[in-house]
Structure formats: structure tokens, C-alpha cells
């Protein structure tokens, strides 16, 4: 489903400043990407070589570019994969999502949006995943706890004696935020691995490694691209097979 403003309402605080909430559905997220290996097939290549003894600048024969690639992902000798390293600038995700993000911290690190400050900016945007919608609309319940919740903290943070770092806790997992997010491809073919699954929250997750795949393939080529891979792609169980604490496949029967 695309990205969707399905209800934008007017609050006040105790104090009458005005602020809004925008509730949006679908696939929310964007991915901008903004740095990236420039020659990172032949540094691939290059580095996987160097496994051989094979440590000069001497020219890579026709067909190896290809070859050490398809090679170093064979083998747990993957030091040159870690090599390549991305940045991109997660957009529009729900802080749940970022809970799940951060997971991975051996070649990864991350600049998110702090919550602080979202007092100052005078509108908030939450995410509705569609299981929320009740006929197009958000469901009755949902809409009053992120609105309760949300108008609680613009309260909180106008008292005397309570701080934005205090009064943020009521602030709802769904709320929209912002995330810079450097990884290296060893670390990011685990997260593809994992995340691309219909087990993963699709309006977040799945457009996330959607777009993220895309980029990588549209900078880097599709060699390189073609290494984030998950399980479905090959063919595998993706491994949630326990019936007490998984969800069904819905995308294939193994």
C-alpha cells in the first residue's frame, strides 16, 4: 500500500499551544542513501585476491571481478566483505522499528532524531499499520491512545520541574522518526537475511530492505547488489519454524 495521510487532527496543550498529529498507513518509509564503496567490485575483488598472496596493483584478469565476488561469499573468510561500507538516511520509520534497527551493533552505528526535541516542532507523525485500519479508517482505539499519549506529554513538558528527557517516556512507539545508519555489507547481508520475511513489520521493515537493496544495486552494480540475499531468494527455510513462538510462512511452504 503507498504511503497515505488517512487523518491529520488539532490539539492544544494545557497551555493552549497548538499541535497536530498525522496518522499515516502503508509503506511510510524512505531511504536515501549517502555514501557508498565507488569502486567497490574491483576493492572486493582486489582484497579477496589478496587471500592467493596475490597483494599488488597488478590488473584483475577478464572474468575475476565476477569471480572473487561469487567466491568470498562461500567461505567464512568475509573480511574483505566488511570492506564496503553504506550510509543511508532512514526516513519516516516508527521508533519501534529503530528499537529492532539498533540490534545490530558489530559494523553498524547510527545517528537517530532524539525525542528531546520533538516538543518544538508543533506536529507529530505516527505511523497506522494496516492490521489499525477499521474501513479505510484508524481504529477508534488506536487513534485515542496515540492522541492521549501524545497530549499528555505536551502537558508534561510545560510543567515547571519536569524535563524534556523525562516527559518523552509517554511519547508512543508509533511515533515517525528520523535515522542516519552506517553499515558495512557483512553486517547488512545479516540484516537482509533476517528482515526480508513476511514475518517482518511491512510497513516498515520490508519497504526498508526493499529501497536499501535498490540503492545498493543502483551504485554499485548488480554484482554487488545481488549479495543481499534472504532466505526466500534461495530457496531456504527462513528458519521461524517453532508453531508456539513463530507466525506461519506466508510467502512459501517448505
Same mark, same amino acid.
Given at each position: 500500500?503507498?504511503?497515505?495521510?488517512?487523518?491529520?487532527?488539532?490539539?492544544?496543550?494545557?497551555?493552549?499551544?497548538?499541535?497536530?498529529?498525522?496518522?499515516?498507513?502503508?509503506?511510510?518509509?524512505?531511504?536515501?542513501?549517502?555514501?557508498?564503496?565507488?569502486?567497490?567490485?574491483?576493492?572486493?575483488?582486489?582484497?579477496?585476491?589478496?587471500?592467493?598472496?596475490?597483494?599488488?596493483?597488478?590488473?584483475?584478469?577478464?572474468?575475476?571481478?565476477?569471480?572473487?565476488?561469487?567466491?568470498?561469499?562461500?567461505?567464512?573468510?568475509?573480511?574483505?566483505?566488511?570492506?564496503?561500507?553504506?550510509?543511508?538516511?532512514?526516513?519516516?520509520?516508527?521508533?519501534?522499528?529503530?528499537? #529492532? =534497527? /539498533?540490534?545490530?551493533?558489530? *559494523?553498524?552505528?547510527?545517528?537517530?532524531?532524539? @525525542?528531546?526535541?520533538?516538543?518544538?516542532?508543533? &506536529?507529530?507523525?505516527?505511523?497506522?499499520?494496516?492490521?489499525?485500519?477499521?474501513?479505510?479508517?484508524?481504529?477508534?482505539?488506536?487513534?485515542?491512545?496515540?492522541?492521549?499519549?501524545?497530549?499528555?506529554?505536551?502537558?508534561?513538558?510545560?510543567?515547571?520541574?519536569?524535563?524534556?528527557?523525562?516527559?518523552?517516556?509517554?511519547?508512543?512507539?508509533?511515533?515517525?522518526?528520523?535515522?542516519?545508519?552506517?553499515?558495512?555489507?557483512?553486517?547488512?547481508?545479516?540484516?537482509?537475511?533476517?528482515?526480508?520475511?513476511?514475518?517482518?513489520?511491512?510497513?516498515?521493515?520490508?519497504?526498508?530492505?526493499?529501497?536499501?537493496? #535498490? =540503492? /545498493?544495486?543502483?551504485?554499485? *552494480?548488480?554484482?554487488?547488489?545481488?549479495?543481499? @540475499?534472504?532466505?526466500?531468494?534461495?530457496?531456504? &527455510?527462513?528458519?521461524?519454524?517453532?508453531?508456539?513462538?513463530?507466525?506461519?510462512?506466508?510467502?512459501?511452504?517448505?
Amino acid at each position: 500500500m503507498e504511503k497515505t495521510l488517512i487523518k491529520e487532527s488539532i490539539h492544544y496543550s494545557a497551555r493552549k499551544r497548538k499541535f497536530t498529529i498525522q496518522f499515516w498507513t502503508g509503506e511510510v518509509a524512505e531511504v536515501h542513501i549517502l555514501d557508498w564503496p565507488t569502486n567497490a567490485l574491483e576493492t572486493l575483488a582486489r582484497a579477496t585476491r589478496g587471500y592467493l598472496g596475490n597483494y599488488t596493483m597488478d590488473p584483475l584478469k577478464e572474468g575475476e571481478l565476477e569471480l572473487f565476488c561469487s567466491e568470498i561469499q562461500k567461505t567464512p573468510l568475509g573480511t574483505p566483505v566488511e570492506m564496503l561500507n553504506f550510509v543511508f538516511l532512514v526516513r519516516d520509520v516508527p521508533r519501534s522499528f529503530t528499537h #529492532q =534497527l /539498533v540490534r545490530t551493533r558489530i *559494523g553498524a552505528s547510527y545517528v537517530q532524531q532524539s @525525542t528531546r526535541f520533538l516538543g518544538a516542532l508543533g &506536529s507529530y507523525k505516527v505511523l497506522v499499520p494496516g492490521s489499525c485500519l477499521v474501513a479505510g479508517k484508524v481504529d477508534p482505539d488506536y487513534y485515542n491512545g496515540i492522541v492521549s499519549s501524545i497530549l499528555a506529554y505536551a502537558n508534561a513538558v510545560e510543567k515547571e520541574g519536569i524535563k524534556s528527557e523525562d516527559a518523552r517516556q509517554l511519547l508512543p512507539h508509533a511515533m515517525l522518526t528520523h535515522v542516519f545508519w552506517s553499515i558495512n555489507m557483512k553486517a547488512l547481508k545479516l540484516v537482509y537475511n533476517q528482515r526480508w520475511c513476511c514475518c517482518a513489520e511491512p510497513s516498515s521493515w520490508l519497504p526498508v530492505m526493499r529501497q536499501v537493496k #535498490q =540503492l /545498493v544495486t543502483s551504485v554499485c *552494480g548488480v554484482t554487488v547488489g545481488s549479495m543481499l @540475499t534472504a532466505p526466500i531468494d534461495r530457496g531456504e &527455510s527462513c528458519g521461524f519454524n517453532s508453531a508456539l513462538l513463530d507466525q506461519p510462512c506466508k510467502w512459501k511452504k517448505y
